[in-house]
């Protein structure tokens, strides 16, 4: 039989912005691991979807000829040729392929790594703490809303060097862009505009008045002896911006959206807080908050399907880290899990520039959060509510302390 043929009759309606599917996604990709690992699905414009953890493996290594230049999980609405040559400048590096990648990853990994975001430890602890002051005495709150939806969209405009005055215009656009606008184009082409006007802005007020964040050390930096050009200044920021932001308030809603929610795993990391590292991880690992995308340039092969040049393929990281064949109970979380090695953060020469800063704003989170906040937990679990489509992560969590 026609594999493709099969492959599509199993799953051709996955749909990754169907909201029964995001509100418990687990057992959809059981059973598309089990029944179908590599799937079609004719939904939000066709695509190849992997659930296992080996396939993705595999595929993120056939390099140029499955292609960055649209890393998006469903087309951008509007633009006829997906393989077309500018998707490829929009954010680099996520969105170059080899060998044009590996020099503008490099500029940007001095900014990320431990020695260097450790720096933004207190930052980060101090600005928890203010959030945490604004509704401790209420004894109620949105732990999504009024927490961790404000923490990434600040320490990356605090690093940008952007006026904390304007960060909550920051988030609006952000949130625009990558979540409101994954299904309605209008509303993020908008947000889109809105988010480059501005930072170009910024970028020409840094040039006559540097400082010490990241769009500064940008403009003083070089690539072969040669200045960075405005243009890749301006979508590297708006890279960081989509890339840094969502994912991690994701990732930190969804970790207090777990400890509320399971009473055991709560007073386990009251009892024993030397585990945070861990539990970080697991959370990572179970709510893992980004898939990855990917466009065939050519016909590609792999386990005897071939995806014909131009199909786009969507690499389900977060059921990825639910294989049994690589985690035991995959479904259950153990905040004391010691192997944990998740993809959380992609793999292969696309990983994650900013895990280290990811990991440290989501231990400074939940740590400042248990300290102040011990005992705390879901006050209506009906009034949950999660993102759809590329991220995906929980955003209302009503709490109780
Ligand atoms: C929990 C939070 C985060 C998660 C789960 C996450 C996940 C990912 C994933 C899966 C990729 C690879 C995408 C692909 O292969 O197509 C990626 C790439 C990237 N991420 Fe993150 N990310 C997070 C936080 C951040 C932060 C805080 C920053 C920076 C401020 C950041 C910056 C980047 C950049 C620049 C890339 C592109 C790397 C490349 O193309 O070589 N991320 N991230």
Redesign the pocket.
């Known amino acids: 039989m026609d594999k493709r043929k099969q492959a599509g009759e199993v799953t051709t309606d996955f749909d990754i912005l169907d909201p029964d599917y995001n509100q418990n996604p687990g057992p959809v990709w059981r059973d598309m691991r089990e029944r179908c690992p590599i799937a079609h699905t004719e939904s939000q414009g066709g695509a190849w979807v992997f659930t296992k953890y080996d396939d993705i493996q595999a595929l993120?290594k056939k390099t140029p000829e499955l292609s960055?230049r649209q890393?998006t999980v469903f087309p951008m609405q509007g633009d006829k040729d997906l393989l077309a040559d500018y998707f490829a400048d929009m954010?680099?590096?996520?969105?170059?392929d080899p060998p044009e990648?590996a020099p503008?990853?490099r500029l940007?990994l001095p900014f990320?790594s431990m020695k260097a975001v450790e720096a933004h430890r207190a930052y980060t602890e101090q600005l928890c703490h203010g959030l945490i002051d604004g509704f401790i005495e209420k004894g109620t709150c949105d732990a999504a809303e009024d927490y961790a939806r404000q923490i990434?969209p600040r320490?990356?405009g605090y690093?940008l060097g952007v006026d904390p005055g304007q960060t909550d215009q920051f988030v609006d656009w952000v949130q625009g862009f990558v979540e409101l606008g994954a299904a309605d184009y209008e509303v993020r082409a908008k947000n889109f505009r809105a988010l480059r006007r501005f930072l170009d802005d910024e970028i020409t007020k840094r040039r006559s008045d540097p400082g010490e964040d990241y769009i500064s050390r940008l403009i003083a930096s070089d690539i072969d002896g040669e200045p960075v050009p405005h243009l890749m200044i301006l979508n590297?920021c708006m890279?960081?911006?989509v890339?840094?932001?969502d994912?991690?308030w994701?990732?930190i809603g969804s970790s207090l959206l777990h400890f509320a929610s399971h009473e055991e795993d709560r007073q386990r990391l009251v009892a024993q807080p030397e585990l945070l590292p861990n539990a970080v991880e697991e959370m990572?690992r179970l709510h893992?908050?980004?898939?990855?995308?990917?466009i065939a340039m050519e016909n590609v092969e792999h386990e005897g399907f071939t995806f014909e040049r131009g199909e786009r393929l969507i690499?389900s990281?977060p059921a990825a880290n639910r294989d049994p064949a690589t985690f035991e109970n995959p479904d259950e979380a153990d905040i004391g899990r010691e192997r944990n090695r998740h993809?959380?953060?992609?793999?292969?020469?696309?990983?994650?520039?900013?895990?280290n800063?990811?990991?440290l704003?989501?231990e400074v989170a939940i740590k400042v959060w248990f300290e102040r906040i011990p005992e705390f937990r879901l006050s209506d679990p009906d009034a949950v509510t999660w993102s759809a489509g590329q991220?995906r992560g929980a955003r209302t969590i009503p709490v109780t302390f």
Do not use: D
């Open positions: 993120v960055n890393p954010m680099p590096p996520l969105t170059k990648h503008l990853k940007l990320f990434s320490v990356i690093l590297m890279l960081l911006l890339a840094g932001v994912t991690t994701s990732s990572l893992s908050p980004a898939s990855a995308g990917r690499l990281l993809v959380a953060f992609g793999v292969g020469i696309h990983r994650c520039v900013g895990s800063l990811a990991r704003e989501m991220v």
